[in-house]
């Protein structure tokens, strides 16, 4: 996980810095100059792709309906790791949002 600043953002995209998941895989993060990200935010309401999950001591959501593509340059800081058990839920999202 990464703060990332996200700005400039349009309409209701997520604003500002904030912690993101990395969901691309380390295959290709390795290779590109470019991670997927899921933006985190501890406001709003639990929709189908929000993922509840607690990080830092506080609740929140990975907005899986939000990912961007974001070059290493917005990649502020290393915040640390999501428990495996919500990088599971966040991947297992991600495949019911694209199934066809």
Same mark, same amino acid.
């Given at each position: 996980?990464?703060?990332?600043?996200?700005?400039?953002?349009?309409?209701?995209?997520? *604003?500002?810095?904030?912690?993101?998941? %990395?969901?691309? @895989?380390?295959?290709?993060?390795?290779?590109?100059?470019?991670? %997927?990200?899921? @933006?985190?935010?501890?406001?709003?309401?639990?929709?189908?792709?929000?993922?509840?999950?607690?990080?830092?001591? *506080?609740?929140?959501?990975?907005?899986?309906?939000?990912?961007?593509?974001?070059?290493?340059?917005?990649?502020? *800081?290393?915040?640390?790791?999501?428990?495996?058990?919500?990088?599971?839920?966040?991947?297992?999202?991600?495949?019911?949002?694209?199934?066809?």
């Amino acid at each position: 996980m990464f703060l990332v600043s996200l700005d400039p953002t349009l309409g209701h995209e997520i *604003k500002k810095a904030r912690p993101c998941v %990395i969901v691309s @895989p380390d295959e290709l993060n390795h290779r590109l100059s470019t991670f %997927i990200v899921a @933006p985190m935010t501890t406001g709003g309401h639990p929709y189908p792709f929000r993922l509840a999950c607690r990080f830092e001591g *506080k609740d929140g959501f990975v907005v899986l309906d939000q990912l961007r593509t974001v070059d290493r340059g917005p990649l502020v *800081k290393r915040l640390g790791r999501i428990t495996p058990v919500t990088l599971a839920k966040a991947l297992g999202g991600l495949r019911e949002m694209f199934a066809e």
